[in-house]
């Protein structure tokens, strides 16, 4: 399934990815930010488990902002699989 992430912190306002199960895919950042990290980024994750990207990428920060594109990633993961466990009403 696709969702979008709408990131607070970063230069990058957006991030859209797929998700099946815990497998992430087609990450694009969008609105902004670093081109290199933003093309590079994507590219390291393809294929990773939710669990894989927080470990290798959760908590990078970016200056002094306190986060960066890549923990927004793990950030924005993590809420799209646990939203996509989540019993429906």
Avoid at 50 to 66: A, H, L, M, T
């Amino acid at each position: 399934m696709e969702y979008t992430y709408h990131t607070e912190g970063t230069c990058a306002k957006r991030i859209r990815f797929n998700l099946d199960g815990d497998v992430v895919s087609h990450v694009e950042f969008l609105d902004g930010g670093c081109p290199g990290n933003l093309q590079a980024v994507p590219r390291l994750v393809e294929g990773m488990t939710v669990e894989e990207i927080e470990k290798k990428i959760g908590g990078i920060q970016c200056g002094y902002r306190g986060t960066s594109c890549a923990d927004q990633l793990s950030k924005a993961v993590r809420k799209a699989y646990d939203e996509s466990k989540a019993p429906v009403d």
